[in-house]
C-alpha cells in the first residue's frame, strides 16, 4: 500500500507594482500633458485638480495615489512625474531620444 507523504514548503512571493496598476494616474498626467491650465492646477493644487477632473472626466485614484499627489511638491510636470515614479518605484524608461530628422508616420 502506498502512502502519500504531505510536502510543506514556505513560499514567499514579491509582486512589483506595474504599470497597469496607475492607468488612472497615467490619464491625469496625460490630461496635465495636454492643458496647460490643468497642469499649472495639478502643480499647484493637486487636491483641486483631482477634485475637479479634466473636461467632465474623473481620475479614480487609490488612496496611494492620492496622498502621494497631495503630498509631493513639484515644480515641473516632469519632477511630479518623476517624484511619482519614484514613489511607486516604477521602472520607467527616463531616456530622452533624438532624432536626426523628424520621425514619418505612415497612413497620416
Same mark, same amino acid.
Do not use: C, W
Given at each position: 500500500?502506498?502512502?502519500?507523504?504531505?510536502?510543506?514548503?514556505?513560499?514567499?512571493?514579491?509582486?512589483?507594482?506595474?504599470?497597469?496598476?496607475?492607468?488612472?494616474?497615467?490619464?491625469?498626467?496625460?490630461?496635465?500633458?495636454?492643458?496647460?491650465?490643468?497642469?499649472? #492646477?495639478?502643480?499647484?493644487?493637486?487636491?483641486? +485638480?483631482?477634485?475637479?477632473?479634466?473636461?467632465?472626466? %474623473?481620475?479614480?485614484? @487609490?488612496? !496611494?495615489?492620492?496622498?502621494?499627489?497631495?503630498?509631493?511638491?513639484?515644480?515641473? #510636470?516632469?519632477?511630479?512625474?518623476?517624484?511619482? +515614479?519614484?514613489?511607486?518605484?516604477?521602472?520607467?524608461? %527616463?531616456?530622452?531620444? @533624438?532624432? !536626426?530628422?523628424?520621425?514619418?508616420?505612415?497612413?497620416?
Amino acid at each position: 500500500m502506498k502512502t502519500t507523504k504531505e510536502l510543506q514548503l514556505p513560499v514567499s512571493l514579491a509582486v512589483s507594482p506595474s504599470l497597469e496598476d496607475h492607468l488612472e494616474l497615467f490619464r491625469l498626467l496625460a490630461a496635465a500633458i495636454v492643458n496647460p491650465s490643468f497642469r499649472n #492646477l495639478l502643480l499647484i493644487d493637486p487636491k483641486q +485638480a483631482i477634485d475637479n477632473g479634466y473636461q467632465g472626466e %474623473t481620475f479614480l485614484l @487609490s488612496d !496611494a495615489e492620492r496622498y502621494i499627489l497631495l503630498f509631493i511638491h513639484a515644480d515641473s #510636470l516632469a519632477e511630479l512625474a518623476r517624484q511619482i +515614479a519614484q514613489a511607486f518605484r516604477l521602472d520607467v524608461n %527616463t531616456q530622452s531620444y @533624438s532624432f !536626426a530628422q523628424a520621425p514619418v508616420f505612415i497612413g497620416y
